[in-house]
């Protein structure tokens, strides 16, 4: 919710560089032959975490593009990712480091 509230400050796009910390609970979106949404719940370590999100506005009308996945270390040792569907929520605080710019411009 905070990396997308970031992203509706204005006229720009981010870019997710990495993140850390514990998640509690989260909605996948899994690739594979079914596509199902699976919810973990428990604790979970970010491993990796990646996404762009971008505002534009067109007629008056605002459109957010975008998503992003992750992938998390569970306690026994397992690896679970995929697309983030919902809301994730923190276990412990969580920083998330992004990129903002300005799309069109030529640096």
């Known amino acids: 919710m905070k990396v997308i509230s970031f992203s509706q400050q204005g006229p720009q796009a981010i870019c997710i560089l990495t993140a850390n910390g514990v998640i509690s609970r989260v909605a996948l979106r899994q690739p594979g032959s079914s596509g199902g949404i699976v919810t973990y719940e428990g604790q979970f370590v970010i491993v ?8 534009s506005e067109t007629g008056g009308t605002r459109n957010r593009s975008g998503g992003m996945s992750v992938v998390l270390g569970c306690p ?6 995929g697309l983030v569907d919902d809301l994730m929520v923190a276990a412990s605080p969580v920083q998330i480091v992004v990129a903002s710019f300005l799309p069109g411009n030529k640096a």
Request: hydrophobic share 35%; glycine share 22%; aromatic share 8%.
């Open 48 to 55: 990796s975490m990646s996404g762009s999100f971008m505002q």
């Open 76 to 81: 026994n040792g397992c690896l679970i990712g």
